[in-house]
């Protein structure tokens, strides 16, 4: 399984869609408590969940991990970690995995902030909501924050489908090993 780690719009989601379209891989969709954004659809970008439902199943062990972000609850359900999977998380999320499930490898995506900034602007995020995801953001993808890193990548004006191709070549060169 390929974990996707980076900062809010880094590209993590962009790159994901193109290692699904062009080369197979599946989708783990997590959970959350935070609102749909437009274009969201439930069970297919998240499952969303209310808080009071998303308590339910962690008292029923139904999660690798959970963790809390901007004040919401995300959290990687056992049921959807599937084989030649895709997953984006957070490093909560990347160490949870490394440390309990099999074959994953853990990619972690960084673009600048300024440019970070520019992409949440365009995809219509509140501006206070981009000041505190690019302050948080600092603290929490920190190298020493990570359990492992298989592959490091600069989303940075460059071009995705050549990323995506670099993921793709280097998670397979793993595998034949
Ligand atoms: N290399 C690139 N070239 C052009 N646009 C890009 C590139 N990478 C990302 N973007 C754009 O930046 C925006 C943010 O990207 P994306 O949604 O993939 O980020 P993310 O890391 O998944 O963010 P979040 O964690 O906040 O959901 C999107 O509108 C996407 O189209
Ligand atoms: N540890 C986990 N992190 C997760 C999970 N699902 C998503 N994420 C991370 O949350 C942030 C915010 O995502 P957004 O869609 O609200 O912009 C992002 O960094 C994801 O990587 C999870 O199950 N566990």
Redesign the pocket.
């Known amino acids: 399984m390929i974990v996707l780690?980076?900062?809010?719009a880094s590209g993590?989601t962009e790159l994901a869609k193109i290692l699904y379209r062009t080369y197979g891989y599946k989708k783990c969709v997590?959970?959350?408590t935070?609102p749909e954004r437009t274009g969201e659809q439930d069970g297919v970008d998240?499952h969303f969940l209310t808080e009071d439902v998303f308590k339910s199943l962690m008292a029923k062990n139904a999660f690798y991990?959970v963790?809390e972000?901007?004040n919401?609850y995300?959290?990687?359900q056992k049921k959807d970690v599937v084989e030649n999977g895709v997953v984006?998380?957070?490093p909560?999320?990347a160490n949870?995995l490394v440390d309990q499930a099999d074959d994953v490898y853990v990619v972690f995506v960084e673009a600048s902030e300024e440019l970070r900034t520019r992409r949440m602007q365009s995809r219509g995020d509140l501006t206070e909501q981009i000041e505190k995801r690019i302050l948080g953001d600092r603290n929490v993808f920190q190298l020493k924050n990570f359990h492992r890193i298989d592959l490091h990548i600069y989303n940075e004006q460059v071009d995705l489908n050549e990323l995506a191709l670099w993921v793709h070549e280097h998670y397979q060169k793993r595998h034949r090993k």
């Open positions: 780690v980076g900062a809010s993590k997590t959970t959350t935070r998240y991990e963790t972000y901007s919401r995300y959290g990687i984006i998380v957070d909560n999320g949870a």
